[in-house]
């Protein structure tokens, strides 16, 4: 049916600014871009070293107790309905005991949200504390969705460092530096992504002396808790909970590799309630109940996954990763023009410094990226993305054949753009 009559004046169109700056943030288009540069002709197979996400991979298939608990509980007919606000109730329970096997106090069913994931935990967590004028300490390089959801929900956030001569540590002093009376909350992620470092329990130690000096929470992204494999244990925050309020965010996402089943939460490690006191646990029951439910599949099959799992699949996995790891860590230490200062512990991450003036023709880690992924179908992460320009950040989440071949080629990329002067030293 024809209509006109004229034009009509369709008054949407713009999208909110905030959005578009959160997206600049983020880290997926940036990456995603990188893999619609790849070269389809090209027989080679992608190396895909640019976002963490080991699950399409044999050697990291989740465990089959994992997927039966899925399936029974697909099958049940009792996972039809919404779920409650906070999570199902056997499943938080789960969970609280889960990683109160960890902690020196028991959580209770009460203490734990369950979130779509942990980038939902993410979201919830910068929505919260979004009150006008406060600020929260973000570290560098980091984890850019939550530069990303501070800014879509204008929470104010500030950078401290990670640094790579001591491991990949917090700085302390510049964490005090940059607080004011408007700071709430440091953020951490233990074990690091991007940086593969574990902290030990000392620095853990100073990190919560510091926030409690503050005066703010710590919240720590633990979505890879257990995921060590050099000499240091992983340790949670949580055991911290006493010497200042810890909102421990956490998820299955890693752990047992099933990124894309979207179960994550939030726990209260905070044995002195500090958090409820301040009706922080409150508005995260608010803002869960405005916002999306993890499915009730997953979150029936949790007691499940949880009790069941054999520690075999850990162990198993882990020594894949730390496998993983080593070849990384050695073909990146074959390649003149990098520079791998820690050698990665934990996580599924490193970061690597490029030396610019190795090269010929490329401007920066994002151009040296661009034409990496056309070039050789390697896709790897540039730092900019992170906030450290001319860095890079490879993940070694693969399959170890697979890596060792996008890594070969990374080398390979690197000769062929050196600078004549440059290609001699290296014969
Ligand atoms: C992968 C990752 C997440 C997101 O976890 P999901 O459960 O997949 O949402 C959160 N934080 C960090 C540091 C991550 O690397």
């Given amino acids: 049916m024809d209509s006109s009559g004229g034009e009509v004046a369709w008054r949407f169109g713009a999208v909110n600014p905030s959005l578009e700056a959160a997206s600049a943030l983020s880290l997926r288009a940036?990456?995603?871009?990188?893999?619609?540069?790849?070269?389809?002709?090209?027989?080679?197979?992608?190396?895909?070293?640019?976002?963490?996400?080991?699950?399409?991979?044999?050697?990291?298939?989740?465990?089959?107790?994992?997927?039966?608990?899925v399936a029974a509980a697909a099958t049940s007919g009792k996972c039809n309905s919404y779920p409650t606000a906070a999570g199902l109730t056997e499943a938080c329970s789960a969970v609280a005991a889960y990683l109160s096997r960890y902690l020196p106090y028991e959580l209770s069913t009460g203490d734990i949200v369950l979130t779509a994931g942990c980038?939902?935990?993410?979201?919830?967590?910068?929505?919260?504390?979004?009150t006008p004028g406060a600020n929260v300490l973000l570290p560098r390089p980091g984890y850019p969705l939550y530069e990303a959801r501070a800014a879509l929900g204008g929470l104010e956030?500030?950078?401290?460092?990670?640094?790579?001569?001591?491991?990949?540590?917090?700085?302390?002093?510049g964490v005090e530096a940059l607080a004011d009376n408007n700071t709430v909350a440091i953020v951490m992620v233990n074990p690091n992504n991007p940086c593969g470092s574990v902290y030990s329990y000392e620095h853990l130690a100073k990190i919560a002396e510091t926030a409690r000096k503050l005066g703010v929470m710590v919240i720590s992204d633990e979505i890879y808790e257990h995921c060590a494999f050099g000499s240091k244990?992983?340790?949670?925050?949580?055991?911290?909970?006493?010497?200042?309020?810890?909102?421990?965010?956490?998820?299955?996402s890693k752990r047992w590799m099933v990124p894309g089943w979207r179960l994550g939460w939030i726990a209260m490690t905070d044995p002195k309630?500090?958090?409820?006191?301040?009706?922080?646990?409150?508005?995260?029951?608010?803002?869960?109940?405005?916002?999306?439910?993890?499915?009730?599949?997953?979150?029936?099959?949790?007691?499940?996954?949880?009790?069941?799992?054999?520690?075999?699949?850990?162990k198993?996995?882990?020594n894949t990763m730390r496998e993983a790891a080593e070849i990384c860590y050695r073909k990146l230490k074959g390649i003149e023009c990098l520079t791998c200062p820690h050698k990665?512990?934990?996580?599924?991450?490193?970061?690597?410094?490029?030396?610019?003036?190795?090269?010929?023709?490329?401007?920066?880690?994002?151009?040296?990226?661009t034409k990496l992924a056309k070039e050789e179908s390697v896709v790897i992460?540039?730092?900019?993305?992170?906030?450290?320009?001319?860095?890079?950040?490879?993940?070694?989440?693969?399959?170890?054949?697979?890596?060792?071949?996008?890594?070969?080629?990374?080398?390979?990329?690197?000769?062929?753009?050196?600078?004549?002067?440059?290609?001699?030293?290296?014969?």
């Fill in 30 to 69: 940036l990456v995603h871009r990188l893999y619609g540069c790849v070269d389809r002709s090209d027989p080679r197979p992608l190396a895909p070293l640019g976002h963490g996400d080991p699950s399409p991979f044999a050697c990291f298939r989740t465990t089959a107790t994992a997927e039966e608990a």
């Fill in 119 to 130: 980038n939902h935990a993410i979201e919830t967590m910068m929505a919260v504390l979004a």
């Fill in 157 to 173: 956030f500030r950078h401290y460092n990670l640094l790579h001569e001591k491991g990949w540590e917090v700085d302390i002093e």
């Fill in 233 to 252: 244990p992983f340790v949670p925050m949580g055991v911290f909970g006493e010497v200042a309020p810890v909102v421990t965010l956490g998820g299955i």
């Fill in 273 to 314: 309630g500090v958090l409820r006191k301040k009706k922080i646990f409150e508005a995260i029951i608010t803002y869960r109940g405005i916002s999306v439910d993890p499915a009730a599949i997953v979150q029936a099959a949790i007691p499940q996954i949880i009790a069941n799992t054999d520690d075999v699949f850990f």
């Fill in 316 to 318: 198993n996995t882990m």
């Fill in 344 to 369: 990665p512990e934990g996580s599924m991450f490193v970061m690597v410094k490029l030396d610019m003036s190795y090269f010929d023709g490329i401007h920066d880690d994002i151009d040296f990226c």
């Fill in 381 to 427: 992460c540039p730092g900019s993305g992170l906030g450290m320009k001319n860095w890079l950040r490879v993940t070694f989440a693969v399959d170890p054949p697979l890596l060792e071949a996008g890594l070969e080629r990374l080398r390979s990329f690197c000769l062929r753009h050196a600078k004549p002067n440059r290609k001699q030293v290296t014969s």
